[in-house]
T-cell receptor, first 115, second 112 residues
Framework: NAGVMQNPRHLVRRRGQEARLRCSPMKGHSHVYWYRQLPEEGLKFMVYLQKENIIDESGMPKERFSAEFPKEGPSILRIQQVVRGDSAAYFCASSPPGRFNEKLFFGSGTQLSVL | GENVGLHLPTLSVQEGDNSIINCAYS??????FIWYKQESGKGPQFIIDIRSNMDKRQGQRVTVLLNKTVKHLSLQIAATQPGDSAVYFCAETLDNNNDMRFGAGTRLTVKP
């Protein structure tokens, strides 16, 4: 049973470009969460999704950031017109149905570097 | 605002000794707590959890203690090994809240 898969592991973008981060949850998991982590800091909640639904995006910046979890395929975190302050590690986590927000299983993250 | 904080940002222990990592939380309504271990370049890994109706829970070599009176959470690692070297985060949440809040983390270094 493969774990949470994130790709790419490292993503380099220039200011103004778009960044797309992908996350495939563990098999059988229907809840996906995205977190952002700055160096030497804890993880900050961004968004919680279920298939085809955004449940809670209270941690997402109002502009330039969006997330989706389509019926088929991975969850996508999209950052438009990236700025240097977007540089961080972005982690995706998943949990199974019925175990809402418990024992999140994390991927290895995508390290976004904005030049 | 309410947040999860840690008493010690770094902790260095000798291999074989016991480690204690502490965490303070301020949201008295939080009812579910988790400890995560994060190794360099990896995502957080679940270690152990505890609900607010408990004050102690044991796992393999790890014990979590919850003191709701003083809003304090601790992680005890018995016979610490070099492989335990990592950053440890406590996280709190409410059952009906999507926002699992993480503390800043404690870096544990195990000396051989």
């Amino acid at each position: 049973n493969a774990g949470v898969m994130q790709n790419p592991r490292h993503l380099v973008r220039r200011r103004g470009q778009e960044a797309r981060l992908r996350c495939s949850p563990m098999k059988g998991h229907s809840h996906v969460y995205w977190y952002r982590q700055l160096p030497e800091e804890g993880l900050k909640f961004m968004v919680y999704l279920q298939k085809e639904n955004i449940i809670d995006e209270s941690g997402m910046p109002k502009e330039r950031f969006s997330a989706e979890f389509p019926k088929e395929g991975p969850s996508i975190l999209r950052i438009q017109q990236v700025v240097r302050g977007d540089s961080a590690a972005y982690f995706c986590a998943s949990s199974p149905p019925g175990r809402f927000n418990e024992k999140l299983f994390f991927g290895s993250g995508t390290q976004l570097s904005v030049l | 605002g309410e947040n999860v904080g840690l008493h010690l940002p770094t902790l260095s222990v000798q291999e074989g000794d016991n480690s204690i990592i502490n965490c303070a939380y301020s949201n008295s309504a939080s009812d579910y707590f988790i400890w995560y271990k994060q190794e360099s370049g990896k995502g957080p890994q679940f270690i152990i959890d505890i609900r607010s109706n408990m004050d102690k829970r044991q796992g393999q070599r790890v014990t979590v203690l919850l003191n709701k009176t003083v809003k304090h959470l601790s992680l005890q690692i018995a016979a610490t090994q070099p492989g335990d070297s990592a950053v440890y985060f406590c996280a709190e949440t409410l059952d009906n809240n999507n926002d699992m809040r993480f503390g800043a983390g404690t870096r544990l270094t195990v000396k051989p």
